[in-house]
């Protein structure tokens, strides 16, 4: 993978505002500040990180809260991932909205600073009742890894590592997610943070 814009910026000496924006797996997720320790130690001083994300919201308030949340404070990189509610059945968002949706963000963060880093994210599965609701939620990550792809865009791929961890070792993927769909504080840092420092800072 290619040298992050945000990493070598930072390795340059120069300050950088990053701004997470998503769902609950975000605004809750303790990858977030784990992330921010991690920056803080490697790059004092230069990290500024915005968690703008809300539980319970979908990329449709994405768009609608974007301009307060996130382009207001002109950041330097902003990752996204709305996927996991995208997929939430009542939200009635299919994956073509979705992604549509998602390329609208993408323009809307390109169009106030053409050299905003732009990460996508997917993330863990839902399990048992949460995936009842989110049947078609693979299709909705591979959306975003096509969106990556055809835009040129960095992509922490969090799904497939959780995903092995359900096929081989359940107990041990409960035991991380025990409600079916937010990592615990450990689950979010030991798999969560830790593939987004191995896909990006690394």
Sequence with gaps: MSLSATISNLENGKH????????????GGAWVSGLKEILDRRFPGQVKLTNSAKAAQWSGWGLENLEERVIAFAPDAVFLEFAINDSYLPYQTSVTKSGENLNALIDRIHAANKNCEILLMTMNPPVREHLEIRPLIE???QMYRETARKRGLLLIDHYPVWRRMLDENPTEFDRLIPDGIHPSDEGSTKITLAELVKSWLS
């Design 16 to 27: 950088q505002h990053i701004v997470v924006y998503g769902t609950s797996l975000t605004e």
């Design 139 to 141: 299709q909705y990550y």
